[in-house]
């Protein structure tokens, strides 16, 4: 059961409704999820959301590579509603389905591209090992650029900040959307 209740829109305070419409004004169209939960501590939520912003919209990295890393860290996290909200715009972005099942399955991806392979080995390293090796760190240097790294750690911390929403207060899909991860 959700632990925090959405604000009653009608309630807001006046840097809460600004916010809110900055945020639903904006790309992702609409308040919910982590968003509506920061809502209640607005500094938060405008801070989160700007970086948030930049991370999902902005990066140096295609989309199909900043969509592998969020599902690869709503795996680690088993943040189902990050998974039901990014799923379908991994597969949008070009990313094979049989990937994205395997991650889900928490079985080996059958990449077909180098980059993908290297941010799924990047993000997996830094979610169990806590650190990169400098071997890693070079080859992701030499195909993504270093602002491309830059960029992907910038990922890992804001879905990690997403996905530890998620767990702490509760969050799963709307009614009636498949959960699909186990365990």
């Not at 991370?55 to 795996?75: D, F, V």
């Not at 189902?80 to 070009?94: N, R, S």
Request: hydrophobic fraction near 45%; charge should be negative.
């Amino acid at each position: 059961m959700k632990r925090i209740p959405d604000l009653d829109p009608a309630a807001l305070t006046a840097e809460q409704q600004r916010i809110h419409d900055q945020i639903a004004g904006g790309p992702r169209g609409g308040v919910r999820g982590p968003l509506a939960v920061w809502l209640h501590r607005p500094e938060l939520a405008n801070t989160a959301q700007a970086l948030g912003r930049y991370c999902r919209y902005e990066t140096t990295l295609p989309p199909r590579l900043s969509e592998l890393a969020i599902l690869i860290l709503g795996r680690a996290w088993s943040a189902e509603y990050e998974w039901w909200a990014h799923k379908p715009i991994a597969l949008k972005a070009g990313l094979p389905e049989a990937v994205v099942d395997a991650i889900r399955d928490r079985a080996a991806p059958p990449f077909e591209r180098e980059d993908e392979a290297l941010v799924y080995e990047f993000m997996t390293t830094l979610d169990t090992q806590r650190a990169i090796p400098d071997s890693l760190y070079a080859r992701a240097a030499a195909l993504l650029g270093s602002a491309g790294v830059v960029d992907l750690v910038g990922i890992a911390g804001y879905y990690t900040l997403i996905s530890m929403t998620i767990k702490v207060f509760n969050l799963m899909p709307p009614a009636g959307s498949p959960c699909e991860m186990t365990g």
